[in-house]
């Protein structure tokens, strides 16, 4: 069981940067891969990022490419998503989720956070 509890979310303008944070519980940590999710409102959950156990590699929607980062501290059990030039249409609820494998999808996640909201403002 891993319970994940996301920070970091507020409003900043367009162009401006945030930098979200997932601490997670448990020990087996490590055991698990993370990803980032976001979900707007009206819309459907849609994958920003994910990043294996070991940190080696990521994967970004292409929307985010270039412009997020995923970084995670096994020794803290923590995950970050670094978000950069934010637009308005990243304007939405994250959340970070622990699952066995870095996969796009919300399907492929056993343990999902409460969500931290990010707002960017035109």
């Known amino acids: 069981q891993v319970q994940l509890v996301e920070s970091g979310g507020g409003l900043v303008q367009t162009g401006g940067s945030l930098r979200l944070s997932c601490a997670a519980s448990?020990?087996?940590?490590?055991?698990?891969?993370m990803g980032w999710f976001r979900q707007a409102p009206g819309k459907e959950r849609e994958f920003v990022a994910a990043i294996w156990r070991d940190g080696r590699m990521t994967y970004y929607a292409d929307s985010v490419k270039g412009r997020f980062t995923i970084s995670r501290d096994n020794a803290k059990n923590m995950v970050y998503l670094q978000m950069n030039s934010l637009k308005p249409e990243d304007t939405a609820v994250y959340y970070c989720?622990?699952?066995?494998?870095?996969?796009?999808?919300?399907?492929?996640?056993?343990?999902w956070g409460q969500g931290t909201q990010v707002t960017v403002s035109s």
């Open positions: 448990g020990r087996t940590f490590s055991m698990y891969s």
């Open positions: 989720a622990a699952g066995p494998r870095p996969q796009p999808v919300r399907s492929g996640y056993e343990f």
